[in-house]
């Protein structure tokens, strides 16, 4: 049982935290003490389990392997920034921590499901205080942001656990990771099943055509709550996305394989497409998230260890980059909730520091050398071509080039000469967010300028040796 | 070690300098690129060296930089222009723009001494970065949209060139069973018909957006019009090598076969670049435009050079690369000295400046009598060597190249009677500044220096092009 001791400490720990902000409701930063600090000790916790060798555990409903420590270790790394980011803020309200950590506890039970029922347990734990959160301003662009996201969340839900009743219908096992022991399966519901499943999860992962909620998801939400969106759940729906994948249905490639690539192509460049002309900085980074869900596909589906690889690499930087520019804008919307491109006129020159964090983030989302992000669209390429797939290597540079229009327009306005904006003028440096900064442009340049030790990580955790191609 | 310090000058220099105060930001960064200049001295004198790290294992990627003839004047242009490019420079751009402008030429020196395929491409991109923002923050009216024409387009190029290098390394591995990144060591791979033009094209049009060459030049007229001078002249001056310089760094070694199977065609592509080129020189109203598309036909003249495939025509392109890079960033600065006397870029008639400014009309002829060709000067020499290298067997290029020299002289000759010469129809300006002869005199004696001695960079450069010599050789030597 020692296995779950970090999903223990942090369930823990947000259950203290909220006992914490409901006896004493005065102290500040109380809740977000508690839960950080058990984020951080599910972390070490997870770090030192490092050597094990995989295994299944509570009657094969999870397994234990180093892909499993390897999400634990990013979603902590999501959660712990967009708990900072919302530090000494007391208008999102004192139930935000333990309500993150529940999310993230979602996030990590995806992270080790080896049942379709773990699956569904985890993104509802994952989901459910998501909704909650988006409405915590209590503002109608939020109350509309929680509609929304919830309405479509539990349709998806709805869909996904169709599938699985289908999935278990087929095969008689909702334990995924012994479907291809299955030889008696139904087909015909297998693949129906299989589908279901795959629009529910592609809903969270917002794959084009399941996008439409993202943007007034993200612009209506607060914004540390839209860092963990874009952050924590993409990292879980991607990773539970390529273990059911990869571990249940690896016999079949050349049916997923082809799909998953062209909504991999498809979802890349429309994502980068819609990003160009938005004005809101967070609708903005909606539609690149878009996008990069897009990237994160390539590596599924190449079908290879390689490609697994790749987009287990590739969520580091995008969630490093993810943390510099949404830092940023935390600080600059102050008290507000919105950030226009205006909003940035002149940051160049005022705020020179805060400016260049802008940039780093921006450079690796573009994927530009020097940053992870650029490391990352190099490993997916890689994979795209050692699995003979020029048209993903393809769709990754359109893809690319697309999304450069949206990133470089905001820098542009950074170097804005005539007027600076109130915004960036009244700016305020709190130190929660310099830690996230700091981070996230350490870690940023760190992976773009000496990548082995991550490679050489991600190369031991998704080592499903059992791909084609490997 | 030394390429520690090559590299590490101007990355360090660059914070050093965004960490001083505006008012010493410009001095900062001359002490900086002075030392770096200090530190080629070193390189030139002192032993060949290289720099060879593991970097990527896991991928067989290495940290490998070499200063070989090919690359050894490049670096050295690299840091010249640097340092002449910051003199000339205005001191209330602010550190910022000194910052850029020193990490410009950290990368820049990474690209030419890069000789492993990714770490090639990594300084490949980031070279553009620095241009991308100090068109946006420093430039002209429409900088912004120039900013953006550059960085699109020369991504455009280097994204599909990234497939290229990937699909390069995949079929290296799937033909030994090992990755390796190293540009030596990619030679004689068995690509697949099939894939064969993709792959090669992915380079070519990479290289030639970069340089530019006829027809990928759409981002060069705003960008060499807008940025301001000292700018235009490095990116004419330095980085417009590095497209030309990665036909002779990166195609020669892996495509040879396929650079001599796709020859005419080549030749005749740059061929016409060389011709559009002059023609849109001789046409132009804004002085500016007329170096700009000047400089898109000398390096078409560098491309055919090396696209003759002969010993002498790639020796040619070589040191023509180092002689162009100083001309026309020479060229470059002094119109923006005129353009900043005068107010405006257009030269309608004459103007009959040197009246007041003879010393100015002075460099400006110096400069303008190299771009052309002038014997003794290095575009003679280095023009010579091309045309030698054609009329072996690619006789009717030659006599185009030698038809083009004669436009040359028409469009320099032109811009500046149009400019310096005739009755003054204009106010009188101010001459050059003591400080502006400072820094034009020491690049006009480097001009003169390889002008009468082009054997100090062409002796150097033979045996690093030994392996493209060699495949001449072997294809039944036509050199």
């Known amino acids: 049982m020692g296995y779950l001791i970090p999903e223990v400490l942090l369930a823990g720990g947000a259950l203290l935290a909220l006992l914490a902000v409901a006896m004493l409701p005065n102290a500040k930063n109380l809740g977000s003490w508690i839960v950080l600090l058990a984020m951080l000790a599910a972390g070490v916790d997870a770090a030192s389990m490092w050597g094990v060798t995989a295994k299944l555990i509570m009657s094969d409903t999870m397994a234990i392997d180093k892909y499993s420590i390897l999400v634990t270790e990013f979603v902590l790394l999501a959660g712990a920034s967009s708990l900072l980011l919302a530090w000494n803020a007391d208008r999102f309200g004192a139930e935000l921590p333990p309500l993150m950590a529940i999310s993230v506890l979602g996030m990590m039970t995806l992270g080790t499901a080896a049942n379709l029922m773990v699956v569904f347990v985890g993104i509802e734990l994952l989901s459910l205080p998501l909704y909650i959160l988006a409405a915590s301003t209590r503002t109608r662009a939020g109350g509309e942001a929680a509609l929304k996201y919830l309405l479509l969340g539990a349709f998806s839900s709805g869909i996904l656990l169709f599938g699985m009743a289908l999935l278990y219908g087929a095969t008689s096992s909702l334990t995924f990771v012994v479907y291809p022991a299955i030889t008696a399966a139904n087909t015909w519901l297998l693949w129906s099943g299989l589908g279901l499943v795959l629009v529910g999860i592609a809903f969270k992962l917002a794959i084009v055509p399941f996008h439409m909620w993202v943007p007034d998801v993200y612009e209506g939400s607060p914004t540390p709550v839209t860092h963990l969106m874009a952050f924590g759940t993409k990292v879980g729906a991607a990773i539970i996305l390529l273990r059911l994948l990869a571990f249940g249905f690896y016999g079949q490639d050349g049916s997923w394989g082809t799909l998953i690539g062209y909504l991999a192509v498809l979802t890349m460049i429309v994502g980068n497409l819609l990003a160009v002309p938005q004005l809101n900085l967070k609708r903005l980074l909606g539609y690149s998230g878009i996008g990069h869900a897009g990237f994160l596909l390539v590596g599924i589906a190449t079908h290879s260890v390689d490609g697994a690889n790749a987009m287990m690499f590739y969520l580091l930087p995008y969630g490093l980059a993810a943390m510099a520019v949404f830092g940023v804008l935390r600080l600059i919307e102050g008290q507000g909730d919105e950030v226009t491109l205006s909003d940035l006129r002149g940051m160049a020159y005022r705020r020179p520091w805060l400016a260049a964090v802008l940039i780093v983030g921006m450079l690796s989302f573009a994927g530009i050398p020097l940053t992870g992000g650029f490391v990352g669209k190099f490993f997916l390429l890689q994979a795209a071509l050692f699995a003979s797939q020029p048209g993903l290597a393809v769709g990754i540079v359109v893809g690319t080039l697309v999304g450069l229009f949206?990133?470089?327009?905001?820098?542009?306005?950074?170097?804005?000469?005539?007027?600076?904006?109130?915004?960036?003028?009244?700016?305020?440096?709190?130190?929660?967010?310099?830690?996230?900064?700091?981070?996230?442009?350490?870690?940023?340049?760190?992976?773009?300028?000496?990548?082995?030790?991550?490679?050489?990580?991600?190369?031991?955790?998704?080592?499903?040796?059992?791909?084609?191609?490997? | 070690m030394l390429w520690i310090f090559l590299l590490g000058i101007p990355l360090v220099g660059a914070f050093v300098t965004l960490a001083v105060s505006n008012g010493v930001a410009k001095v900062t960064a001359e002490v900086i690129a002075g030392i770096e200049v200090l530190a080629f001295i070193a390189f030139l004198v002192g032993p060949r060296a290289t720099l060879d790290l593991s970097w990527i294992p896991a991928w067989g990627i290495r940290f490998h930089l070499t200063a070989d003839g090919l690359a050894l004047f490049l670096l050295g242009l690299t840091a010249v222009m640097s340092l002449v490019a910051i003199f000339a420079s205005k001191a209330d751009y602010g550190r910022t723009y000194f910052f850029w402008v020193l990490f410009l030429e950290f990368a820049s020196m990474g690209l030419f001494g890069a000789v492993d395929l990714f770490l090639f491409y990594v300084f490949w991109e980031l070279v553009l970065i620095p241009v991308f923002f100090l068109l946006t923050g420093w430039s002209g009216a429409r900088g912004r949209l120039a900013a953006l024409k550059w960085l699109i387009m020369n991504l455009f190029g280097s994204l599909f060139m990234l497939i290229g290098v990937v699909a390069v390394a995949v079929i290296y591995q799937q033909n030994t069973g090992h990755f390796s990144?190293?540009?030596?060591?990619?030679?004689?791979?068995?690509?697949?018909?099939?894939?064969?033009?993709?792959?090669?094209?992915?380079?070519?049009?990479?290289?030639?957006?970069?340089?530019?060459?006829?027809?990928?030049?759409?981002?060069?007229?705003?960008?060499?019009?807008?940025?301001?001078?000292?700018?235009?002249?490095?990116?004419?001056?330095?980085?417009?090598?590095?497209?030309?310089?990665?036909?002779?760094?990166?195609?020669?070694?892996?495509?040879?076969?396929?650079?001599?199977?796709?020859?005419?065609?080549?030749?005749?592509?740059?061929?016409?670049?060389?011709?559009?080129?002059?023609?849109?020189?001789?046409?132009?109203?804004?002085?500016?435009?007329?170096?700009?598309?000047?400089?898109?036909?000398?390096?078409?003249?560098?491309?055919?050079?090396?696209?003759?495939?002969?010993?002498?025509?790639?020796?040619?392109?070589?040191?023509?690369?180092?002689?162009?890079?100083?001309?026309?960033?020479?060229?470059?600065?002094?119109?923006?000295?005129?353009?900043?006397?005068?107010?405006?870029?257009?030269?309608?008639?004459?103007?009959?400046?040197?009246?007041?400014?003879?010393?100015?009309?002075?460099?400006?002829?110096?400069?303008?009598?190299?771009?052309?060709?002038?014997?003794?000067l290095p575009g003679f020499a280095g023009e010579y060597m091309i045309i030698q290298g054609l009329v072996a067997h690619e006789v009717v290029f030659a006599g185009i190249a030698g038809f083009v020299l004669v436009v040359a002289a028409w469009y320099m000759l032109r811009l500046f009677q149009g400019i310096m010469q005739g009755r003054p129809n204009a106010p009188a300006v101010a001459d050059l500044s003591r400080g502006q002869v400072a820094w034009l005199v020491p690049m006009a004696l480097l001009i003169v220096v390889i002008g009468v001695w082009p054997a100090g960079i062409t002796s150097q450069a033979v045996p690093s092009l030994f392996h493209a010599v060699h495949f001449v050789a072997d294809r039944g030597g036509k050199n």
């Open chain 2, 181 to 376: 990144f190293e540009i030596a060591s990619l030679t004689h791979l068995a690509i697949s018909p099939a894939a064969q033009p993709w792959i090669f094209g992915s380079f070519a049009l990479a290289f030639a957006i970069k340089a530019p060459l006829w027809p990928f030049h759409g981002w060069m007229p705003d960008a060499y019009g807008e940025a301001p001078p000292p700018i235009t002249s490095l990116v004419a001056g330095v980085l417009s090598k590095a497209g030309v310089f990665g036909f002779l760094r990166v195609m020669l070694p892996i495509f040879a076969p396929e650079l001599a199977r796709y020859q005419t065609g080549l030749l005749i592509w740059v061929a016409v670049g060389l011709v559009y080129g002059a023609f849109m020189a001789v046409r132009q109203r804004d002085m500016k435009m007329v170096t700009a598309y000047a400089s898109l036909s000398h390096l078409s003249m560098i491309a055919l050079g090396i696209f003759s495939l002969t010993a002498a025509g790639i020796v040619g392109a070589t040191f023509l690369m180092v002689a162009h890079g100083l001309m026309v960033g020479g060229l470059f600065l002094i119109l923006g000295v005129v353009e900043e006397r005068i107010g405006h870029r257009e030269f309608n008639g004459v103007m009959g400046l040197n009246q007041g400014a003879p010393r100015l009309a002075t460099y400006f002829l110096f400069f303008a009598l190299a771009a052309l060709g002038l014997p003794g």
């Open chain 1, 406 to 470: 949206a990133y470089l327009r905001p820098l542009q306005m950074l170097f804005q000469r005539t007027e600076v904006s109130a915004k960036v003028q009244h700016l305020r440096w709190s130190v929660a967010g310099a830690v996230v900064l700091g981070v996230a442009v350490v870690g940023t340049i760190g992976i773009g300028v000496y990548p082995a030790p991550l490679v050489h990580i991600v190369s031991q955790s998704a080592n499903f040796y059992w791909l084609t191609g490997g």
